[in-house]
């Protein structure tokens, strides 16, 4: 009898490990507890593998099946959460991934915090190469007199040091080449806004400019970071650029925008920590017949693309202007297929521009431009 007991409760324990994603499922509909959303972050496509001798003798195909079999596990999604709220509980801290755990409240990018312990560390003579280029190709469009404007938004770390993990605040490289990069340009007296200046500003506002779950400049950031813009366009070219309205109409929000909240969602927490409130400001451009609106270039990142989708491209410069972000993707729609993007045709088009915008936040200057530059100098140089 005992021994009968034994397999059938061996065989439960078995079918219910074996049998998870199917009364899983079922359990989630009832229990809200256990139900998990799909997972953030990114993640390649991973369809079933067809069934070939050679990729079974080389062991490709078991690697594919397993794959996609975990991907589309309905259990893959709390098990992950699980592990990770596991992680935060015993040791404080977030499994090896893309998201770092920091103090205050903070969450950074991996890959930001790499760049301060100094992954991206290229080298002074590369970083003398990239600068280089950059002067060239601004040299020669200021010959036709139009400014290069070079914008570096600051990285996370470097807006809150102080809430970075003990070992990577303490880290002997502390962004040395970030400051050597920075030091660079200004020796060769490129035009450029290094918006490290907000952390001081963060210091003095009671907004914060950067959100404790993302990874960008939040909203009320994007505002001083335009008005800075604004006022070094208006030097640059001499001439009056639209009016912008954004302080007078904030509004404080719990539920934050999904930029505010990208780590949070590529951290893939069972049950999310809090979030302080953000400000939300409304960017208004009032018309005025005054103004000169510029014909501008923008190679840029991300940061400038919350910028665009503030409504900010659209509302200071011509509607000529043209995004290109990351240097591959145009913007607006309705410039795809007009602006050249290689060859002599390229140079020609950005001489009908009054200003050329350079995006680059500062973990990325080791790819400043993203290509932009290097084919600008191929073509200045022939």
């Known amino acids: ?202 210091q003095e506002n009671d907004a914060p400019l950067y959100p404790f779950g993302g990874l960008h400049w939040n909203h009320y950031g994007i505002g001083l970071a335009v008005d800075s813009l604004r006022n070094r366009v208006m030097e640059l070219l001499d001439r009056s650029v639209a009016q912008m309205q954004w302080r007078d109409e904030i509004e404080w929000r719990t539920e934050l925008a999904s930029t505010d909240r990208e780590l949070i969602n590529g951290g893939n927490f069972l049950v999310e920590p809090p979030l302080q409130a953000m400000p939300y400001p409304t960017f208004r451009f009032p018309k005025s017949g005054k103004t000169n609106p510029p014909r501008v270039f923008v190679a840029g990142d991300s940061f400038y693309m919350l910028m665009y989708n503030e409504g900010i491209h659209k509302g200071l410069w011509a509607k000529e202007s043209v995004f290109a972000y990351y240097f591959r993707v145009i913007h607006p729609l309705k410039m795809r297929g007009k602006m050249p993007m290689s060859g002599p045709a390229l140079l020609a088009s950005l001489s009908e521009k009054d200003l050329i915008l350079i995006s680059c936040y500062d973990s990325n200057l080791h790819r400043l431009g993203f290509g932009f530059v290097e084919k600008l100098y191929d073509l200045i140089s022939k």
Not at 49 to 71: I, M, N, T
Not at 82 to 102: A, E
Not at 156 to 170: G, H, N, Q, S, V
């Open 1 to 202: 009898m005992k021994t009968v007991f034994k397999y059938l409760l061996f065989g439960l324990l078995l079918g219910g490990l074996l049998l998870v994603p199917h009364y899983l499922p079922l359990l989630q509909n009832h229990f809200p507890a256990l139900q998990a959303s799909e997972l953030g972050g990114s993640f390649e496509p991973a369809p079933r593998p067809r069934l070939w001798p050679q990729k079974v003798l080389e062991k490709s195909y078991q690697k594919a099946l397993e794959r996609h079999l975990w991907l589309e596990n309905p259990v893959a999604p709390f098990l992950v959460r699980s592990r990770t709220h596991v992680n935060l509980l015993l040791f404080d801290q977030l499994p090896k991934g893309n998201v770092i755990k920091g103090e205050k409240g903070h969450f950074f990018s991996e890959s930001d915090c790499y760049a301060v312990m100094g992954s991206n560390d290229i080298g002074r003579d590369s970083i003398e190469e990239i600068c280089h280029k950059l002067e060239v190709v601004t040299q020669y469009f200021a010959a036709d007199s139009i400014p290069v404007l070079l914008l570096v938004p600051p990285a996370k770390p470097r807006m809150y040091p102080d809430a970075l993990p003990e070992a990577i605040r303490t880290h002997p490289n502390g962004g040395k080449e970030i400051a050597e990069f920075l030091s660079v340009l200004r020796e060769k007296d490129i035009p450029l806004i290094d918006y490290g200046y907000l952390r001081e500003q963060q």
